[in-house]
Protein backbone atom coordinates (compact mmCIF):
# COMPACT_ATOMS: atom_id res chain seq x y z
CA UNK A 1 0.00 0.00 0.00
CA UNK A 2 1.39 3.22 -1.18
CA UNK A 3 1.31 6.08 1.96
CA UNK A 4 1.89 9.81 1.32
CA UNK A 5 3.88 11.64 3.82
CA UNK A 6 4.03 15.47 4.15
CA UNK A 7 6.07 17.00 6.75
CA UNK A 8 5.60 20.81 6.76
CA UNK A 9 6.81 22.89 3.45
CA UNK A 10 8.49 19.80 2.71
CA UNK A 11 8.70 17.74 -0.61
CA UNK A 12 6.03 14.56 -0.59
CA UNK A 13 7.24 11.78 0.06
CA UNK A 14 5.91 8.47 -0.89
CA UNK A 15 6.79 5.07 0.70
CA UNK A 16 5.44 1.38 0.25
CA UNK A 17 4.28 -0.68 3.08
CA UNK A 18 1.95 -3.88 4.07
CA UNK A 19 -1.78 -2.74 4.85
CA UNK A 20 -1.29 -4.50 8.34
CA UNK A 21 1.96 -3.36 10.40
CA UNK A 22 4.10 -6.90 11.33
CA UNK A 23 4.24 -5.63 15.21
CA UNK A 24 0.75 -3.98 16.50
CA UNK A 25 -1.25 -6.01 13.94
CA UNK A 26 -3.15 -2.58 13.03
CA UNK A 27 -4.43 -1.56 9.53
CA UNK A 28 -2.30 1.54 8.82
CA UNK A 29 -4.71 4.68 8.36
CA UNK A 30 -4.41 8.55 7.25
CA UNK A 31 -3.45 10.50 9.66
CA UNK A 32 -2.78 14.45 10.50
CA UNK A 33 -0.86 15.68 13.28
CA UNK A 34 -2.11 18.91 14.74
CA UNK A 35 0.10 20.41 17.50
CA UNK A 36 -2.08 20.98 20.69
CA UNK A 37 -0.23 24.62 21.12
CA UNK A 38 -0.13 26.80 17.18
CA UNK A 39 -2.38 24.23 15.85
CA UNK A 40 -0.20 23.95 13.12
CA UNK A 41 -0.80 20.38 10.94
CA UNK A 42 2.90 20.06 10.62
CA UNK A 43 1.94 16.21 9.24
CA UNK A 44 -0.04 14.38 6.82
CA UNK A 45 0.01 10.78 6.05
CA UNK A 46 -2.06 9.37 3.50
CA UNK A 47 -2.86 6.19 2.34
CA UNK A 48 -4.18 5.02 -1.44
CA UNK A 49 -7.14 3.34 0.11
CA UNK A 50 -8.47 6.17 1.64
CA UNK A 51 -11.03 5.33 4.71
CA UNK A 52 -10.33 6.27 8.22
CA UNK A 53 -8.50 9.31 8.58
CA UNK A 54 -7.76 10.06 12.09
CA UNK A 55 -6.30 13.40 13.88
CA UNK A 56 -3.46 13.24 16.35
CA UNK A 57 -2.80 15.91 18.92
CA UNK A 58 0.84 15.74 19.26
CA UNK A 59 3.85 18.32 19.85
CA UNK A 60 5.31 19.80 16.73
CA UNK A 61 9.51 20.66 17.23
CA UNK A 62 8.69 24.14 17.51
CA UNK A 63 6.70 24.16 20.53
CA UNK A 64 7.82 20.97 22.22
CA UNK A 65 6.93 21.24 25.63
CA UNK A 66 9.87 19.25 27.09
CA UNK A 67 10.20 15.32 26.63
CA UNK A 68 7.68 13.50 29.05
CA UNK A 69 8.86 10.27 28.57
CA UNK A 70 6.36 9.12 26.44
CA UNK A 71 5.81 11.54 22.94
CA UNK A 72 8.85 12.53 21.05
CA UNK A 73 7.58 16.36 19.59
CA UNK A 74 7.73 15.96 15.61
CA UNK A 75 8.09 12.12 15.66
CA UNK A 76 5.87 10.19 12.98
CA UNK A 77 6.74 6.69 14.53
CA UNK A 78 4.56 7.90 18.02
CA UNK A 79 0.77 6.62 16.71
CA UNK A 80 -1.44 8.63 19.15
CA UNK A 81 -4.83 6.87 18.19
CA UNK A 82 -3.56 3.36 19.12
CA UNK A 83 -0.94 5.04 21.90
CA UNK A 84 1.41 2.59 20.24
CA UNK A 85 4.95 3.06 18.79
CA UNK A 86 4.90 2.32 14.81
CA UNK A 87 8.37 0.65 15.22
CA UNK A 88 7.70 -0.76 11.15
CA UNK A 89 7.33 2.42 9.76
CA UNK A 90 11.03 2.99 10.54
CA UNK A 91 11.78 -0.25 7.54
CA UNK A 92 9.77 1.67 4.95
CA UNK A 93 11.01 5.40 5.67
CA UNK A 94 13.74 6.86 3.41
CA UNK A 95 17.11 7.68 4.85
CA UNK A 96 16.34 11.57 5.28
CA UNK A 97 13.40 10.45 7.32
CA UNK A 98 15.13 8.46 9.56
CA UNK A 99 17.75 10.57 10.26
CA UNK A 100 15.16 13.12 11.35
CA UNK A 101 13.68 10.77 13.75
CA UNK A 102 17.09 9.66 14.69
CA UNK A 103 17.83 13.48 15.56
CA UNK A 104 14.66 14.16 17.08
CA UNK A 105 15.05 11.16 19.88
CA UNK A 106 18.63 11.73 20.63
CA UNK A 107 17.23 15.70 20.97
CA UNK A 108 14.52 14.44 23.37
CA UNK A 109 16.72 12.07 24.91
CA UNK A 110 19.69 14.98 25.71
CA UNK A 111 16.78 17.88 26.94
CA UNK A 112 15.19 15.03 29.20
CA UNK A 113 18.55 13.83 30.80
CA UNK A 114 19.08 17.85 31.27
CA UNK A 115 16.24 17.99 32.92
CA UNK A 116 16.47 15.10 34.80
CA UNK A 117 20.15 16.06 36.01
CA UNK A 118 20.91 12.03 34.40
CA UNK A 119 24.26 11.60 33.48
CA UNK A 120 23.57 8.89 30.20
CA UNK A 121 27.05 7.82 30.07
CA UNK A 122 29.33 5.76 32.58
CA UNK A 123 30.31 8.88 35.28
CA UNK A 124 26.95 7.90 37.60
CA UNK A 125 27.86 4.17 37.33
CA UNK A 126 31.76 4.57 37.42
CA UNK A 127 31.59 5.07 41.36
CA UNK A 128 29.98 1.89 42.04
CA UNK A 129 32.12 0.05 39.28
CA UNK A 130 34.94 1.25 41.14
CA UNK A 131 33.65 -0.28 44.81
CA UNK A 132 31.55 2.13 45.24
CA UNK A 133 30.69 6.06 46.23
CA UNK A 134 31.98 5.48 49.89
CA UNK A 135 34.48 2.24 49.91
CA UNK A 136 34.20 0.60 53.05
CA UNK A 137 30.30 1.23 53.75
CA UNK A 138 27.69 -0.85 52.48
CA UNK A 139 24.24 0.28 53.53
CA UNK A 140 22.88 -2.20 55.51
CA UNK A 141 24.30 -5.06 53.41
CA UNK A 142 27.09 -7.01 54.65
CA UNK A 143 30.63 -6.45 53.63
CA UNK A 144 32.01 -8.98 50.84
CA UNK A 145 34.29 -11.47 52.48
CA UNK A 146 37.84 -10.96 51.46
CA UNK A 147 37.48 -6.69 52.71
Request: aromatic share 8%; charged share 25%.
Amino acid sequence: MRVDIVIGGCPVVTIDRPEIDDSRGFHIHSRAKVCPKCLEVWALMRTEKGGPFGIESQFCTGCRQGFDGEVVPGSLLDDRVSWTVDWDLVRYLPMALLQREFDLHVRAIQEDSHEQSFDLGIGIAKPFLEGGPNPGHYHGAEPPSGR
